[in-house]
């Protein structure tokens, strides 16, 4: 599985936005957009960025390859792709808006037709994944990254954590994908 970081995205930043924009632009896989939106206010909250706005667009291979080639150069489908609202923040700062228009995070891809997959190798729940790869992409908003070791272990410590306590909260058991892949650089 890939997961990377990029600059904000142009797809749904041409507007006024309020808390969580959930747009399903595919229809290979069936969605329960209603869990995932819970999901998504519940790692929200763990990660205290229910002010910010926050975009999750589902998409299918074909649409997720088209933007990993666009902004990566990799022709592949993909799990998660993330466009950070801020370019340059630290891991686990949170960021100081000016204006209410900069009160965003910014958007994240999920490759639902890519974690189906996935999933039906591994016998993993869809919505699980969903959430994980969610949790992930989140992580990227907030500057984690994981280019070399030392920012991967970080990384993988703030997914440990957010999942322990959405586990907590929802008596689920998610851990984060990351222990079963290798890194993409």
Same mark, same amino acid.
């Given at each position: 599985?890939?997961?990377? =970081?990029?600059?904000?995205?142009? =797809?749904?930043?041409?507007?006024? $936005? ?6 399903? +632009?595919? $229809? ?8 995932? !939106? !819970?999901?998504?206010?519940? *790692?929200?909250?763990? *990660?205290?960025?229910?002010? =910010? ?19 990566? $150069? ?6 998660? @792709?993330?466009?950070? =609202?801020?370019?340059? +923040? ?8 000016l204006h209410r228009d900069e009160l965003n995070l910014g958007d994240i891809f999920l490759g639902v037709e890519f974690v189906m997959k996935q999933c039906k190798e591994d016998s993993l729940d869809l919505h699980g994944a969903l959430t994980v790869i969610t949790a992930h992409g989140i992580c ?17 410590? !703030?997914?440990?954590?957010? +999942? ?9 058991? +998610?851990?984060? @994908? ?8």
């Amino acid at each position: 599985m890939c997961r990377v =970081f990029f600059k904000f995205s142009p =797809f749904t930043s041409s507007g006024f $936005k309020m808390g969580v924009v959930l747009r399903n +632009l595919q $229809k290979v896989v069936p969605l329960r957009r209603a869990r995932l !939106r !819970r999901d998504v206010d519940t *790692l929200r909250h763990i *990660l205290g960025v229910q002010k =910010f706005d926050l975009g999750i667009i589902c998409v299918d291979n074909q649409k997720i390859q088209q933007i990993n080639h666009m902004y990566r $150069k990799k022709n592949v489908p993909t799990d998660v @792709l993330s466009f950070p =609202f801020y370019e340059d +923040l630290r891991p686990g700062k949170l960021p100081c808006p000016l204006h209410r228009d900069e009160l965003n995070l910014g958007d994240i891809f999920l490759g639902v037709e890519f974690v189906m997959k996935q999933c039906k190798e591994d016998s993993l729940d869809l919505h699980g994944a969903l959430t994980v790869i969610t949790a992930h992409g989140i992580c990227h908003l907030l500057g984690y990254r994981h280019e070399t070791e030392e920012e991967w272990t970080e990384m993988l410590q !703030r997914e440990s954590y957010i +999942l322990s306590e959405y586990n907590r909260l929802t008596g689920r058991h +998610l851990e984060p @994908l990351t222990k079963r892949c290798t890194q993409d650089r």
